[in-house]
T-cell receptor
Framework: ELKVEQNPLFLSMQEGKNYTIYCNYS?????LYWYRQDPGKSLESLFV?????AVKQEGRLMASLDTKARLSTLHITAAVHDLSATYFC????????????FGAGTRLTVKP | NAGVMQNPRHLVRRRGQEARLRCSPMKGHSHVYWYRQLPEEGLKFMVY????????ESGMPKERFSAEFPKEGPSILRIQQVVRGDSAAYFCASSQLGDTGELFFGEGSRLTVL
């Protein structure tokens, strides 16, 4: 069964600091997604990573994928308060692209 | 270009009543997914549908829950004889086959069972 684990689950950081969120998954996959969710809101797509070694950056966020290690990272650079949200990674199975499994989410709080 | 539309946004039901949640996918998308999110938790896959077909319902409870995506009209997630444990946010997402597989989510329907 495809399992997705994120850590940390809770992250409190100061503005201006850097940090990395990790996403491990249990089976072969070459498609990984990062989403952001604000409280009471829907999920917003941040990144789609489709191959080993893929790296994508948008503003202060950078995501990477290592399919051999079954690991993706979401790196936050010089955090600002607006980045406070819950971040989810999600993976589709290698043999079933229709079943997207989500991690439990990382709740990020950026303090002034 | 309208996104994924869900309604109602909030629904309150008493135990034993029925809940119907509707989802209209993005224009041009023919694949619909339903997820459930309990408070402080991630999303749990429930069911994946294409027009007039259930493709994968492995995440949906066998009893009381059903889903459809008719030829015309929105996809509907139906919960019969609701219990307190059904209280959750139900998210619908859509995608277009052949795309990256990226899902686009609606705003969710928040069900509260009294």
């Amino acid at each position: 069964e495809l399992k997705v684990e994120q850590n940390p689950l809770f992250l409190s950081m100061q503005e201006g600091k850097n940090y990395t969120i990790y996403c491990n998954y249990s089976t072969t996959s070459d498609r990984l997604y990062w989403y952001r969710q604000d409280p009471g809101k829907s999920l917003e797509s941040l990144f789609v990573l489709l191959s080993n070694g893929a790296v994508k950056q948008e503003g202060r966020l950078m995501a990477s994928l290592d399919t051999k290690a079954r690991l993706s990272t979401l790196h936050i650079t010089a955090a600002v308060h607006d980045l406070s949200a819950t971040y989810f990674c999600a993976v589709t199975g290698f043999y079933n692209n229709n079943d997207m499994r989500f991690g439990a989410g990382t709740r990020l709080t950026v303090k002034p | 270009n309208a996104g994924v539309m869900q309604n109602p946004r909030h629904l309150v039901r008493r135990r034993g009543q029925e809940a119907r949640l509707r989802c209209s996918p993005m224009k041009g998308h023919s694949h619909v997914y339903w997820y459930r999110q309990l408070p402080e938790e991630g999303l749990k896959f429930m069911v994946y549908l294409q027009k007039e077909n259930i493709i994968d319902e492995s995440g949906m409870p066998k009893e009381r829950f059903s889903a459809e995506f008719p030829k015309e009209g929105p996809s509907i997630l139906r919960i019969q004889q609701v219990v307190r444990g059904d209280s959750a946010a139900y998210f619908c997402a859509s995608s277009q086959l052949g795309d990256t597989g990226e899902l686009f989510f609606g705003e969710g329907s928040r069900l509260t069972v009294l």
